[in-house]
């Protein structure tokens, strides 16, 4: 059920602390530059072009967080937006955290993004936030896989893997993110699960872990990670076709 009576003020936090070694060395991944300007300020944008969004957090590398507030100041964002910049954890996982730590009293419902997916639409960004809004305590933008997957024993790379299993492709969704969270819910999973390793990376399978059901709303092909360097050449040819097209 939703409660209309509620008021639901909704944030946006970007965990951008990592380094991005898939995609070389040189600045972290967030901090590279697409069609002239850093992938993180695209991330910011995507969120802040959100009406329902009024506050973006971006939680950057622990000792980069001057650096990240001066490359938020130097790129223009909406005015009707709040940002804060905090520093971050050696995983995921910690960094969210440490975004979900500074929200307002008065934020009912949160967004996690990956920096790194700096061109999804506003339009996949706002089925997240109304889903949440409409009482979905978790929710998850996704795409049906185009590829048959299969299930492998791991081996040593570049070695042949033998296949265990082929799961039904019509049952399997490749998951996006902005992800929605009812807030409540999503600091419960960050405090009741344990880091572990690297941590979680979605965020989704946190709250997964309580037990709370997830729901998925349809993605968006441009929401796609840039996490090697063929996808840095994808992403600019998207931007470059929306310039194009309507002078974004």
Same mark, same amino acid.
């Given at each position: 059920m939703s409660d209309q009576s509620r008021p639901c003020r909704t944030a946006a936090v970007i965990p951008a602390a990592?380094? +991005? ?15 002239? /300007?850093? #992938? ?6 995507? #969120? ?8 973006? !957090? ?5 000792? +980069? ?8 100041? =130097? ?5 009707? *937006? ?8 050696? *995983? ?5 955290? %440490? +975004? ?8 009912t419902a949160v967004l996690v993004h990956d920096a790194a997916r700096p061109l999804v639409p506003v339009d996949t960004v706002d089925a997240v936030v109304e889903a949440v809004r409409d009482g979905a305590p978790a929710v ?7 590829? *048959?997957?299969?299930? !492998? ?5 570049? =070695? ?30 960050? =405090? ?8 979680? /990376?979605?965020?989704?399978? %946190? ?11 349809? +993605? ?6 840039? *996490? ?21």
């Amino acid at each position: 059920m939703s409660d209309q009576s509620r008021p639901c003020r909704t944030a946006a936090v970007i965990p951008a602390a990592g380094r +991005g070694v898939r995609l070389g060395p040189g600045a972290p991944k967030a901090l590279r530059a697409l069609g002239g /300007t850093p #992938m993180l300020v695209h991330a910011v944008r995507a #969120m802040a072009a959100s009406r329902q969004v009024s506050l973006v !957090v971006v939680v950057a590398p622990p000792d +980069g967080a001057p650096e990240v507030r001066n490359l938020l100041d =130097e790129h223009a964002l909406p005015e009707r *937006t709040e940002f804060l910049v905090v520093p971050g954890g050696d *995983t995921r996982q910690e960094s969210v955290k %440490l +975004g979900l730590d500074v929200l307002p009293a008065d934020v009912t419902a949160v967004l996690v993004h990956d920096a790194a997916r700096p061109l999804v639409p506003v339009d996949t960004v706002d089925a997240v936030v109304e889903a949440v809004r409409d009482g979905a305590p978790a929710v998850v933008p996704a795409l049906p896989l185009a590829d *048959t997957v299969k299930e !492998v024993e791991p081996g040593a790379p570049g =070695e042949p893997e033998p296949v265990l299993s082929t799961p039904a492709r019509s049952r399997l969704r490749a998951v996006q993110t902005p992800q929605g969270f009812d807030r409540d819910t999503l600091v419960r999973a960050h =405090e009741r699960v344990a880091v572990s390793g690297e941590g979680a /990376t979605d965020d989704a399978g %946190l709250v997964e872990q309580l037990g709370v059901p997830v729901v998925v709303v349809p +993605g968006h092909e441009e929401a796609f990670k840039v *996490t090697r360097p063929l996808d840095l050449v994808l992403a600019e040819a998207v931007l470059a076709r929306r310039r194009a097209n309507d002078g974004f």
